[in-house]
């Protein structure tokens, strides 16, 4: 009888501790590769902010074109990446933010591209309105995914322990 209680617990703890889920490190190792992603659509998109100011057609061009084989790399790597403990939410929360960027980008920053390429002689109040509409357009949806990845990635950390900065 004793033999009996004494695996009974063994087989009870083995239980018990291994349906604790995932540890702390393995959630941070996985918030960590979507903060890469995330990190290096930013780094392109800041490029993109940076040549937009130049307002050299080849120079916006090219940045636009290289932030967006970004993104497409990047909504690809976050989707490949697998479910953590069994939940979706953070991993779609953070497709759902690059596909949000790759919307303005096919969007309202073409539309700035071809304001800004507008010649200053040709340039007057309706191509000022447009380009004012398309960047308030755009930062008011990047910003409010943005929030709501955020808002997951939050969630994320306190379910699993996770300490982000």
Not at 36 to 52: C, R, V
Not at 68 to 80: H, Q
Not at 103 to 129: C, N, R, T, W
């Amino acid at each position: 009888m004793k033999k009996n209680y004494i695996k009974l617990t063994v087989i009870a703890l083995g239980l018990f501790f291994g349906s604790c889920g995932p540890a702390p490190k393995e959630a941070a190792e996985y918030n960590d590769k979507i903060v890469n992603i995330q990190s290096q659509i930013m780094l392109q998109m800041d490029s993109l902010e940076a040549a937009m100011a130049t307002y050299e057609a080849k120079d916006i061009e090219k940045s636009l074109n290289s932030v967006k084989i970004v993104v497409e790399k990047g909504i690809k790597s976050a989707e490949e990446l697998k479910d953590f403990d069994g939940k979706t939410e953070f991993k779609e929360s953070a497709v759902s933010y690059f596909k949000t960027i790759q919307s303005v980008l096919d969007s309202e920053f073409v539309a700035i591209h071809q304001v800004i390429l507008v010649p200053d002689s040709m340039y007057g109040p309706k191509e000022e309105d447009v380009f004012n509409k398309m960047k308030e357009s755009y930062e008011k949806r990047l910003s409010e995914s943005l929030q709501k990845f955020i808002e997951t990635q939050q969630d994320f950390a306190k379910n699993y322990n996770v300490e982000i900065h």
